[in-house]
């Protein structure tokens, strides 16, 4: 069964400054899908980015953007310029190529400090 | 984008009674709901994954008879918990997906039980 870590269960961030949060997960399939969820006080699952295995260029979006190590089975989320809004826990999750499954990591809850 | 909706957000009911929690896709077909269970500062653990038309597939303990699952239509999936005690108590999301990519799938809000 894969398995998802994220060792970090709290981060801190300056306002406008950079943070990344560190996951890994372990598979044996060649292709599926990994992503990273936002969950703010609301409760509200957002989806922040998605990577697809198979593609080799990290994904972006605005100020997020990924580190897809695929040999390392290591995905990290880089935000830049953060923001008060940013601050959330953030989930890493791992789905299956077969659709049948999102397995989630333990989360990491970031404070962002004005 | 795409909206799913649950309905109640938030229910409080009495140990032993029964509670139905609702799933709509308001916008969009879904083939596939996943039902997810999430404790206080916990992550999101699968609970059963339900095709419409067809019985849901449950994860390793969970228990069939007591989360009963409903898939009767497109838009909407149902999840009832039945004869609730206060372990029960916690947040449970839906997900809805149209086809079979990650790429169409949204979340619902959520519903907060409580069992007193």
């Known amino acids: 069964a894969q398995t998802v870590t994220q060792s970090q269960p709290e981060m801190s961030v300056q306002e406008a400054e950079t943070v990344t949060l560190s996951c890994t997960y372990d598979?044996?399939?060649?292709?599926?899908?990994l992503f990273w969820y936002k969950q703010p006080p609301s409760r509200q699952m957002i989806l922040v980015i998605r990577?697809?295995?198979?593609?080799?260029q990290n994904a972006t979006e605005n100020r997020f953007s990924v580190n897809f190590q695929k040999a390392a089975k290591s995905f990290s989320l880089k935000i830049s310029d953060s923001q008060l809004g940013d601050a959330a826990m953030y989930f890493c999750?791992?789905?299956?190529?077969?659709?049948?499954?999102?397995?989630f990591g333990e989360g990491t809850q970031l404070t962002v400090n004005p | 984008g795409a909206v799913v909706s649950q309905h109640p957000s938030w229910v409080i009911c009495k140990s032993g009674t029964s509670v139905k929690i609702e799933c709509r896709s308001l916008?969009?077909?879904?083939?596939?709901m996943f039902w997810y269970r999430q404790f206080p500062k916990q992550s999101l653990m699968l609970m059963a994954t339900?095709?419409?038309?067809?019985?849901?597939?449950?994860e390793q303990g969970v228990e069939k008879d007591k989360f009963l699952i409903n898939h009767a239509s497109l838009t909407l999936s149902t999840l009832t918990v039945t004869s609730a005690h206060p372990e029960d108590s916690s947040f449970y999301i839906c997900?809805?997906?149209?086809?079979?990519?990650?790429?169409?799938?949204?979340f619902g809000p959520g519903t907060r039980l409580l069992v007193l």
């Open positions: 339900s095709n419409e038309g067809s019985k849901a597939t449950y």
């Open positions: 990577q697809e295995a198979y593609k080799q």
């Open positions: 999750a791992y789905g299956e190529t077969s659709g049948s499954r999102l397995t």
């Open positions: 598979t044996s399939e060649s292709d599926y899908y």
């Open positions: 916008d969009f077909q879904a083939t596939t």
């Open positions: 997900s809805a997906r149209t086809g079979g990519s990650w790429e169409t799938q949204y």
